[in-house]
């Protein structure tokens, strides 16, 4: 019998295209390679009876051109704080072998798994301010904040509706002051893309996404 699982988290998705990440539009990325990070901070969950609140699933990742091509390369990293179970939900969720179409569609065009880390991770998030931040100490660090209009001065406020989006269904776009890894997969991008949202996943797949006015539910 199949895992039952589920976990509602607070989502980053960053990498080092334009504003608007090209994968949610089936276009090829601004760079011609796609290199980023994504973190989830978990709020509440379970794998089977293994709890995963209060902890953050995070990796680094990059293709050679666009996603559905493949060759892709992921690191995970996990909460120091963990315990061996939850490492190992937490890794079979992320490998798509405990369902759910988002995580399988990755695992599908992925060709190297770097060996998880187990470390500390710092993790801010305030999606009414749309702002958030993600740190591993001599691993990684982005920072998420709003796009600036250039005309007056102030914020945009961005989102994408994906009614049959399988990772998230209407984030909040935004840019990155920082987006950086001396990890197994290294890059220091200039100020590019950044996603924002606060998701549900279960092994069935995306539950719904809770953005600041409503929350969309299957």
């Not at 591993?136 to 509706?161: F, K, M």
Request: aromatic letters at 10%; hydrophobic letters at 40%.
């Amino acid at each position: 019998m199949a895992e039952q699982w589920r976990l509602k988290a607070e989502y980053i998705k960053n990498c080092n295209c334009a504003p608007g990440c090209p994968c949610d539009f089936w276009a090829r990325p601004t760079n011609y390679s796609c290199s980023g990070i994504a973190a989830f901070n978990i709020l509440e969950g379970h794998f089977d009876k293994v709890p995963l609140g209060g902890l953050v699933l995070a990796m680094t990742y990059y293709w050679p051109g666009s996603l559905h091509m493949g060759h892709g390369q992921v690191q995970p990293f996990i909460s120091a704080h963990s315990t061996e179970e939850q490492r190992h939900a937490l890794l079979a969720i992320a490998s798509g072998k405990a369902g759910n179409a988002w995580f399988e569609v990755l695992a599908s065009v992925i060709e190297t798994i770097h060996p998880p880390k187990f470390v500390t991770i710092e993790f801010e998030f305030d999606l009414a301010r749309r702002r958030a931040r993600c740190f591993v100490p001599a691993e990684l660090e982005t920072i998420s904040e709003p796009i600036t209009n250039v005309v007056t001065g102030g914020t945009h406020t961005i989102r994408v509706d994906m009614p049959e989006g399988m990772e998230y269904r209407r984030p909040e776009i935004v840019t990155t002051s920082l987006l950086r890894s001396t990890g197994a997969i290294a890059f220091d991008c200039p100020p590019a893309h950044s996603s924002m949202a606060i998701v549900e996943h279960t092994e069935k797949g995306l539950i719904g996404d809770y953005t600041l006015t409503a929350s969309v539910a299957a």
